[in-house]
């Protein structure tokens, strides 16, 4: 199957769970998700072209059974994202989570983890939803929505103070910033 080179959304190398979110963004004022054949794209290119930008194109396939698996995935992300406190969310993620197991091992270098599935369809939602937990674990207030009210993007703030506002500086941020500019510029 041929795919692009690269990757058409304005954010990619998030960890896993955020960018399974943001495979859903605005592009040119119109929503656009990467799984619903964006730029021409089928569904299962879209899924390739992700699997691929995550690093997890030689762990899994790209078909209908894990394109429908991560669906599921995503949409409990993004419920469980948009809202910590719905139980309904953390369900799904939970039913999730039940399609894979974490198998301890013993390596060359010491403690190791190997992930196991029911069915390898499930790999790449199940790895999606574990490094939620991982996000969750690490510092749940790192995750965020960017700040600019045209985005729908998310990411994990690894500032050090913690300040990060948006997406990318290059697209939202640096549009805030003209915008600033100019509202200051025409009140003068």
């Known amino acids: 199957m041929a795919t692009p080179a690269t990757d058409p959304r304005p954010l990619i ?29 089928t569904r299962v290119e879209g899924l390739a072209i992700w699997l691929e930008s995550t690093g997890l194109a030689g762990r899994f396939r790209a078909d209908a059974a894990t394109l429908v698996h991560l669906l599921t995935a995503r949409e409990a992300l993004a419920r469980a994202v948009a809202d910590p406190s719905d ?59 960017c700040a600019s009210d045209t985005c729908v993007l998310h990411f994990h703030d690894i500032s050090r103070n913690g300040t990060r506002r948006w997406c990318s500086m290059a697209a939202c941020g640096n549009r805030a910033k003209a915008s600033r500019h100019y509202a200051r510029t025409r009140e003068r």
Do not use: C
């Open 13 to 41: 190398g998030e960890p896993v769970a955020l960018d399974l979110i943001n495979t859903r963004w605005m592009h040119e004022g119109e929503p656009t998700d990467l799984f619903a054949g964006a730029f021409g794209l």
């Open 87 to 145: 139980a309904s969310a953390r369900s799904l993620i939970d039913a999730v989570l039940e399609h894979g197991r974490i198998r301890i091992t013993l390596t060359a270098q010491g403690a190791g983890e190997r992930s196991e599935f029911d069915d390898p369809a499930w790999g790449p939602a199940w790895t999606a939803a574990r490094d939620y937990l991982e996000l969750l674990k690490s510092g749940p207030d790192r995750i965020r929505k």
